[in-house]
């Protein structure tokens, strides 16, 4: 059967699209380190789902170059993108191609980006993108410009924050305008390979700033401490596989780790410091949890995983780090953790184990009262449900923060059984109202055996059961039935599927 010239035309223009038409530019990327577009977008979604978008647009620059190196160096316009199913739901995919002129954004492919970003926000998909590359990207003469200002790709990518979730992929160097792409994501995936930057090394140098190697602009230890980053693998594409998978809906096969040592999860007593991570990952499906920018706050943990299948955000004090205090960082993450979880409609599990608030005169000069105040207005403007678990000590306004304000604010207050609630930390709060008493005693045995006597007496009477006989908080409960109950509370707020996100937009810190 013959084929028409026509479409022998349209096959052969499509084969000079693929990754086998430049096998020395895929060798150099390769050797790097790298890979390409197609190879990323083929890893991540389902096989034969791709439906691409674009593919046959070139840079906007026939005034210097011949179509025959058009072809060849600017193919797709260096982004790639298109609709495609992931598990078998159904996702939008984009990728800056760093094999053309460093991944750099073409005026036509800022026509391509928006083009898809409306069918996104049509059809409301979640989006992988992966934003590797050098900013804007100057010499397209067949357009005329003078600042290119008017471009409304980033207007457009901003626009769908709260509305679809956005995963954005640093796999590389990543400056300007791909950068921004990275900023406005809900979440940033980075590889140890990535450098991230508002500038890359030729507009530092233009600024007159010097010279930069663009592996020093950004480099992930910077962008993981500083919290630009949300999580850092050696595996980009699963793990964007895995965090889209969060907002795909319910997973059908889950299983439930044992949860009988949860029981001595927790040491007895105030003062010893524990790793938080383990109780979250018994608390949740095997294998289901994701630590979110984990190096910056690290005393208020943050993370996604299930139960039973359903999403879930969970936020927590680790008592590592500053006794698990919230310092100003921890207020702005956790706030912005909040507004991720309820415009996509995540219930919230919050664990509880915090001395307070952060105090003193260093702690104020970081803008304390406003960053911290963020948890509490985050948490009030919540639709989905907060469930609170105070693990331990649940003292001050620091634990009324964690529990969206009050302890009768969460959907349902739970205290573990060797759990102590108080205004503020027992010892600080007998120091104070007992200060006169304490300072009589001329002895200073003396003096701090009546505090620890005073102090074990507040303890007695502060106990999680002494404060839920009094209806402050909705039941104690054996530690390895927390996850039932988080269960079943679950079931009654979804039931029907009535679980919705709020929409509104998350902001990007």
């Keep these: 059967m013959s084929i028409r010239p026509e479409l022998l035309?349209?096959?052969?223009?499509?084969?000079?699209?693929?990754?086998?038409?430049?096998?020395?530019?895929?060798?150099?990327?390769?050797?790097?380190?790298?890979?390409?577009?197609?190879?990323?977008?083929?890893?991540?979604?389902?096989?034969?789902?791709?439906?691409?978008?674009?593919?046959?647009?070139?840079?906007?620059?026939?005034?210097?170059?011949?179509?025959?190196?058009?072809?060849?160096?600017?193919?797709?316009?260096?982004?790639?993108?298109g609709l495609a199913t992931i598990d078998g739901q159904q996702v939008a995919v984009?990728?800056?191609?760093?094999?053309?002129?460093?991944?750099?954004?073409?005026?036509?492919?800022?026509?391509?980006?928006?083009?898809?970003?409306?069918?996104?926000?049509?059809?409301?998909?979640?989006?992988v993108f992966f934003a590797a590359g050098g900013g804007g990207r100057p010499g397209d003469t067949d357009i005329p410009l003078v600042s290119a200002l008017d471009v409304t790709t980033f207007a457009a990518w901003a626009r769908l924050s709260g509305r679809v979730p956005r995963i954005a992929v640093v796999e590389d160097n990543c400056f300007a305008g791909n950068a921004v792409i990275a900023g406005c994501s809900d979440l940033v995936v980075a590889t140890e390979r990535a450098s991230l930057g508002m500038g890359g090394p030729a507009m530092i140098a233009g600024g007159g700033l010097g010279d930069v190697a663009a592996a020093d602009v950004g480099p992930i230890e910077v962008m993981e401490a500083n919290g630009v980053v949300d999580v850092t693998t050696d595996d980009a594409v699963g793990t964007a596989r895995e965090l889209i998978g969060y907002f795909l809906g319910r997973s059908a096969g889950w299983t439930a780790p044992d949860q009988?040592?949860?029981?001595?999860?927790?040491?007895?007593?105030?003062?010893?410091?524990?790793?938080?991570?383990?109780?979250?990952?018994?608390?949740?499906?095997?294998?289901?949890?994701?630590?979110?920018?984990?190096?910056?706050?690290?005393?208020?943990?943050?993370?996604?995983?299930?139960?039973?299948?359903?999403?879930v955000g969970v936020l927590g004090n680790d008592t590592r780090h500053w006794a698990g205090a919230i310092t100003a960082d921890a207020g702005d993450k956790a706030a912005r953790f909040l507004q991720l979880c309820d415009a996509h409609g995540f219930p919230v599990v919050s664990l509880v184990d915090?001395?307070?608030?952060?105090?003193?005169?260093?702690?104020?000069?970081?803008?304390?009262?406003?960053?911290?105040?963020?948890?509490?207005?985050?948490?009030?403007?919540?639709?989905?449900?907060?469930?609170?678990?105070v693990l331990r000590r649940g003292y001050g306004l620091g634990a009324q923060a964690m529990l969206g304000g009050s302890t009768h604010e969460p959907l349902m207050t739970l205290a573990w059984p060797g759990a102590h609630l108080g205004a503020m930390g027992l010892e600080g709060a007998v120091r104070l109202s007992m200060r006169r008493e304490l300072e009589a005693i001329e002895d200073e045995e003396q003096r701090e055996a009546r505090l620890r006597e005073l102090t074990a007496y507040a303890q007695a009477s502060s106990t999680a059961l002494e404060v839920a006989r009094v209806f402050e908080i909705?039941?104690?409960?054996?530690p390895a039935e927390t996850r039932g109950v988080l269960a079943r509370l679950l079931d009654a707020v979804d039931r029907d599927g009535r679980l919705r996100g709020s929409g509104r937009p998350v902001d990007t810190w």
């Design 260 to 311: 009988a040592p949860l029981r001595d999860a927790v040491p007895e007593g105030e003062r010893t410091a524990y790793e938080l991570l383990p109780i979250v990952e018994t608390i949740c499906d095997e294998d289901s949890v994701t630590v979110l920018r984990p190096a910056f706050a690290p005393e208020l943990l943050t993370a996604l995983g299930r139960i039973e299948g359903r999403t």
């Design 94 to 127: 984009m990728s800056y191609d760093y094999l053309v002129m460093a991944g750099t954004q073409g005026m036509r492919g800022h026509r391509k980006t928006d083009r898809l970003i409306d069918v996104i926000e049509r059809l409301g998909l979640p989006t």
């Design 474 to 478: 909705d039941d104690v409960i054996d």
């Design 354 to 389: 915090t001395p307070g608030m952060m105090v003193g005169a260093d702690a104020e000069r970081t803008g304390l009262v406003r960053h911290t105040s963020r948890l509490l207005v985050a948490a009030a403007r919540m639709e989905v449900p907060l469930v609170g678990v």
């Design 9 to 81: 035309e349209v096959l052969a223009r499509r084969a000079l699209t693929e990754d086998s038409a430049r096998p020395e530019a895929v060798e150099r990327l390769h050797a790097r380190g790298g890979r390409t577009a197609r190879e990323n977008l083929a890893a991540l979604v389902d096989e034969g789902s791709f439906v691409e978008y674009g593919r046959f647009v070139t840079a906007a620059q026939a005034q210097r170059r011949p179509l025959d190196e058009l072809l060849d160096r600017s193919v797709a316009d260096g982004i790639v993108g």
